[in-house]
């Protein structure tokens, strides 16, 4: 007789889907043990059985949103050819889809504060950014077949760097600021290694 599928993956969601509306109702400072069992409908014992204590609570979470934000960015990679694809993923981070992600939000910048003070976090936000800019830097490469590694490489850390911020500015930023400099600014980057020959 097979037995009944685990629960386990869906009230492990559960608990994390709690979290994250704590975060952003509350601030990570906030998000006890306590608040994310009653946000979730789960006893305090059950989100303990799952996660253990806090600590492996918040790791766990902040691994999930940077999978989620890596799931995204692996989707807006779609075009027919290699420059197509690299365009799509630039147009991608300064769009209001990417802006929108969770992450990308009030939560990305509690666990950019977070990880600026705990060395666990930490590895697991850069690894995010790690991973984007080797994604963005093949994309680049395969696109910009006379441009250096290197070169590749930088530029993919300064869109990074633009989108980023660009992110930023938009969740706190006034009617003023440009909408679209990330976004042209970025394409120039790119231009730039049109007929580069880094190769000497």
């Given amino acids: 007789m097979a037995g ?10 559960q608990i994390l889907d709690a979290m994250e ?48 934000l890596e799931r995204h960015i692996q989707q807006a990679n779609t075009g027919s050819t290699a420059r197509d694809r690299v365009d799509s993923i630039v147009q991608f981070l300064c769009s209001d889809r990417y802006k929108h992600i969770p992450g990308n939000d009030v939560i990305g910048r509690e666990i950019w504060g977070l990880a600026e003070r705990d060395p666990k976090i930490r590895a697991i936000v850069w690894g995010w950014y790690e991973q984007s800019l080797s994604n963005l830097s093949d994309a680049i490469a395969a696109a910009y077949t006379d441009a250096s590694p290197l070169r590749c490489q930088e530029t993919a850390y300064a869109i990074l760097c633009l989108t980023e911020m660009n992110e930023f500015f938009s969740g706190i930023g006034g009617p003023r600021r440009p909408a679209r400099a990330a976004e042209v600014a970025s394409f120039g980057l790119l231009r730039l290694l049109d007929g580069a020959d880094d190769s000497a």
């Fill in 21 to 68: 509306s704590c975060v952003r109702e509350h601030g990570i400072g906030q998000a006890s043990m306590r608040r994310i069992a009653e946000q979730s409908g789960l006893s305090l014992q059950m989100v303990s059985h799952y996660f253990g204590n806090r600590e492996r609570l918040i790791l766990a979470f902040v691994d999930r949103v940077g999978k989620t």
């Fill in 4 to 13: 009944r599928p685990s629960k386990a993956p869906e009230r492990r969601d």
